[in-house]
């Protein structure tokens, strides 16, 4: 999951060559609205420790990938600059706390691996930083930058899947067995 938070996350640095492809900004202007994102990076994060007291970060998780999610479609396929610009500003606040929400869940789930989890991250980060733009310069240079950076929409439904699955199996984990509570 860390890998594909990476992913998700920094992809949208391709977002000011989309911006000017899909609603014909000039570069400039393209760059400036991508400081919508990045400033709702920082106050997500902000938020997120806030709200992290507050609630579960499994809960908090999912609600950001869905609502990050659905904002990564909404700014992929809108042609309206006030439609994209909430859609980047909803994106940074959630996607900029998936990096940290994957930390938190795996720590609440295994404290006595934090040395392996954070090496761990380290390693699914370089190699997400890798991988992405060869993925999507591949991809683009096959249809185009709109196509590869919509590929991207699909990341948060599998982040999805794999949470609940660890959720699941904790789940499980936690429940007496029959014949335990047979005895």
Same mark, same amino acid.
């Given at each position: 999951?860390?890998? =594909?938070?990476?992913?998700?996350?920094?992809?949208?640095?391709?977002?000011?060559?989309?911006?000017?492809?899909?609603?014909?900004?000039?570069?400039?202007?393209?760059?400036?609205?991508?400081?919508?994102?990045?400033?709702?990076?920082?106050?997500?994060?902000?938020?997120?420790?806030?709200?992290?007291?507050?609630?579960?970060?499994?809960?908090?998780?999912?609600?950001?990938?869905?609502?990050?999610?659905?904002?990564?479609?909404?700014? =992929?396929?809108?042609?309206?600059?006030?439609?994209?610009?909430?859609?980047?500003?909803?994106?940074?606040?959630?996607?900029?706390?998936?990096?940290?929400?994957?930390?938190?869940?795996?720590?609440?789930?295994?404290?006595?691996?934090?040395?392996?989890?954070?090496?761990?991250?380290?390693?699914?980060?370089?190699?997400?930083?890798?991988?992405?733009? =060869?993925?999507?310069?591949?991809?683009?240079?096959?249809?185009?930058?709109?196509?590869?950076?919509?590929?991207?929409?699909?990341?948060?439904?599998?982040?999805?899947?794999?949470?609940?699955?660890?959720?699941?199996?904790?789940?499980?984990?936690?429940?007496?067995?029959?014949?335990?509570?047979?005895?």
């Amino acid at each position: 999951m860390v890998c =594909l938070s990476m992913r998700s996350d920094r992809e949208v640095n391709w977002g000011p060559q989309v911006l000017q492809d899909k609603l014909h900004l000039a570069t400039a202007s393209a760059v400036q609205l991508m400081g919508f994102y990045f400033g709702a990076t920082i106050a997500g994060r902000i938020i997120n420790t806030w709200l992290l007291r507050r609630l579960e970060c499994e809960q908090l998780f999912l609600a950001y990938i869905a609502l990050g999610g659905a904002a990564m479609v909404m700014f =992929l396929v809108s042609s309206s600059l006030p439609v994209a610009a909430v859609a980047l500003i909803v994106s940074g606040a959630c996607l900029g706390c998936f990096y940290p929400l994957n930390l938190a869940t795996a720590m609440k789930y295994a404290p006595d691996d934090i040395s392996l989890i954070t090496s761990g991250a380290a390693k699914c980060s370089g190699l997400s930083l890798l991988l992405m733009p =060869l993925t999507l310069g591949y991809v683009s240079d096959r249809y185009d930058l709109s196509t590869a950076i919509f590929l991207l929409g699909g990341i948060p439904p599998i982040m999805a899947g794999f949470l609940l699955g660890v959720l699941r199996d904790r789940r499980r984990a936690a429940e007496p067995s029959p014949a335990t509570s047979a005895s």
